[in-house]
């Protein structure tokens, strides 16, 4: 069975998997700073004494986080032309296609995620922290800015990447949406080329040294900015 | 929204929508069912180990977990689905004998079986790990075995401890089986999708999946949080009384 094996249909196809790779890493970059960005803004929706605010933020992230990735995805796939009629006021939805409209859904997707974490990362700053800075005349935007938010990040960063690791997985369910990230790029040589058995071993193992190789330097990260209290 | 589209008969059977996405419940909630199982059992085994003194074991445990983390789940399932039975000979003369939903449905199991399995091994690591070092040597004072004091002192404490984070394994593996929709398992959402396609009606049929799918994760939430508030351990932080 071994012998049947041709792995130069990986070295034949690289330039198009090297170009499914790109939209992969450069569709986890936009949506893990726009994630953080909208995530700790839900955040801080989330911790705010207006209860309208709480209340929606609160009832969003449970919702992204109680239903299916592939089904956001969709969901957004669906909605995403709507939404940017109604915001930019156009007569039609336009036409915008699964590999664009992923940016969108990742970036809702994530902001849930970031959320979480930055909610911790806020509590996990001391209540003295917020009656200082108020006691200096600050307000609540000040506050969050130039004290809360620099610690709350620094605290977190470990997590945020982890999860960014997470969401770089993630990103390989928009294939089934026929988008040709890594993962898509893949699916599509495999099929036109019969070699399904090469190609998933290649894309796996290109998977499992990334993500292995950045969750070690996360570790070695955490270990170099943990603040001590 | 018109409830009427899910009264409607599919065009190629005798089924209603509503029946359809009944049924493709009934698989995501079977493939997540056994997919659990195989998951705790062999997680507990792998998290057991990584917290045992041979450092061999545990440096296997570290890699398992590592080697199931670190591949996305679509790609573990055409692994499971395409590479598997393409390299293993044995593996290919069973599969053929199967019909594709048999086929799809034990690849879903255990795909998702090992995905969570090293998920809960890391979990049921650190809860023994949170224990004091104490109740070991306590253990192995009173003159018990390694294995006895696993299975009487570490583990029973470990495990209630650790319910919450177990929680959310649970909720995970449910919205993990959608993915099985890559391979064709005929799902929940594969039902769906399939419906918005054929009716064209897409907000109604996702909107149907996202109220299903919410009220799953409701019941397994209430339903996790009565068992954590019967076994909690006094004087935990998660422990009631």
């Known amino acids: 069975m071994i012998g049947d094996l041709d792995f130069e249909v990986i070295g034949r196809s690289l330039p198009y998997l090297l170009k499914g790779l790109q939209y992969t890493v450069q569709l986890t970059a936009v949506a893990a700073l726009g994630g953080t960005f909208f995530g700790t803004l839900l955040a801080m929706a989330r911790l705010s004494s207006f209860r309208p605010a709480s209340l929606s933020a609160a009832g969003y992230v449970n919702l992204m986080r109680s239903i299916p990735l592939l089904l956001v995805i969709f969901w957004f796939y669906f909605l995403a032309p709507v939404i940017v009629q109604s915001i930019m006021g156009w007569e039609r939805p336009p036409r915008i296609g699964a590999a664009r409209s992923a940016y969108i859904t990742f970036i809702m997707f994530e902001a849930a995620y970031f959320c979480e974490i930055m909610r911790a990362g806020i509590h996990s700053i001391p209540k003295g922290q917020v009656g200082a800075a108020f006691a200096l005349g600050l307000n609540y935007w000040q506050a969050m800015k130039l004290v809360i938010l620099p610690q709350a990040f620094r605290n977190m960063l470990p997590v945020l990447l982890t999860q960014t690791i997470v969401l770089f997985q993630d990103v390989s369910l928009v294939s089934l949406l026929n988008v040709t990230d890594f993962v898509g790029a893949s699916v599509k040589i495999a099929q036109r080329d019969s070699r399904v058995v090469e190609m998933y071993a290649f894309v796996a193992v290109v998977y499992f040294i990334l993500c292995y190789s950045l969750s070690t330097l996360v570790k070695q990260l955490q270990r170099r900015i943990a603040i001590i209290h | ?241």
Not at chain 2, 103 to 124: D, K, M, N, P, Y
């Open chain 2, 1 to 241: 929204m018109h409830l009427g589209i899910f009264l409607e008969q599919v065009p190629d059977g005798n089924l209603a929508w509503w029946q359809m996405l009944a049924s493709g419940l009934g698989w995501t909630l079977a493939t997540a069912f056994f997919a659990w199982i195989m998951a705790f059992v062999l997680g507990s085994i792998v998290g057991v180990v990584r917290t045992t003194d041979n450092c061999w074991a545990v440096r296997v445990g570290n890699a398992y977990v590592e080697l199931f983390r670190n591949i996305p789940l679509i790609v573990q399932f055409f692994i499971w689905y395409f590479v598997v039975p393409g390299l293993v000979l044995t593996v290919k003369r069973w599969v053929v004998t199967l019909d594709p939903t048999q086929h799809q449905f034990v690849t879903a199991v255990i795909c998702l079986g090992f995905f969570t399995s090293a998920r809960i091994a890391e979990q049921v690591r650190s809860g023994i790990q949170s224990l004091s070092s104490g109740q070991r040597y306590a253990g192995y004072a009173l003159g018990l075995t390694q294995t006895q004091t696993y299975r009487y002192i570490l583990l029973p404490m470990a495990y209630r401890i650790i319910i919450p984070p177990l929680t959310s394994e649970i909720m995970n593996l449910i919205k993990n089986t959608a993915v099985a929709y890559s391979i064709g398992l005929v799902e929940l959402f594969f039902r769906t999708r399939e419906m918005a396609e054929m009716t064209f009606r897409y907000f109604d049929a996702f909107t149907a999946a996202t109220v299903i799918y919410v009220a799953i994760a409701l019941t397994a939430n209430r339903v996790m949080a009565l068992i954590e508030r019967r076994l909690a351990v006094p004087g935990y932080i998660t422990g009631g009384k």
